[in-house]
């Protein structure tokens, strides 16, 4: 069974950084992209950054330039550095790993979210 773990929310002022983390585990066959999303309240989850198996990164227009997403391939962790942080990245905050595993097939897992409140 793969598990994907968060860690790193938390209450920010604005201006402030945060790092998220979040660690796969399990019997772990391949990890392919993996990714962070958020979700506020009332609106819909969105796409945050994405990293593929190599060093391409994608992010979203409202944090290029504040957040950095980064992965260390031979712990299957992801991690998002949040700079400048601002209210409306208040959120809860989930990743996304594209993983094989020894006994399944290439599959999506999802964390089970972490919440960063940026607030003064």
């Known amino acids: 069974q793969v598990q994907l773990v968060e860690s790193g929310g938390g209450l920010v002022q604005p201006g402030g950084s945060l790092i998220l983390s979040c660690a796969a585990s399990?019997?772990?066959?391949?990890?392919?992209?993996m990714g962070w999303y958020r979700q506020a309240p009332w609106k819909q989850r969105e796409l945050v950054a994405t990293i593929n198996g190599g060093v391409s990164t994608d992010y979203a227009d409202s944090v290029k330039g504040r957040f950095t997403i980064s992965r260390d391939n031979a712990k299957n962790t992801v991690y998002l550095q949040m700079n400048s942080l601002k209210p409306e990245d208040t959120a809860v905050y989930y990743c996304?790993?594209?993983?094989?595993?020894?006994?399944?097939?290439?599959?999506?897992?999802w964390g089970q979210g972490t919440q960063v409140t940026v607030s003064s």
């Open positions: 996304k790993a594209d993983i094989r595993s020894w006994t399944t097939s290439r599959r999506d897992y």
């Open positions: 399990g019997r772990i066959l391949s990890t392919y992209a």
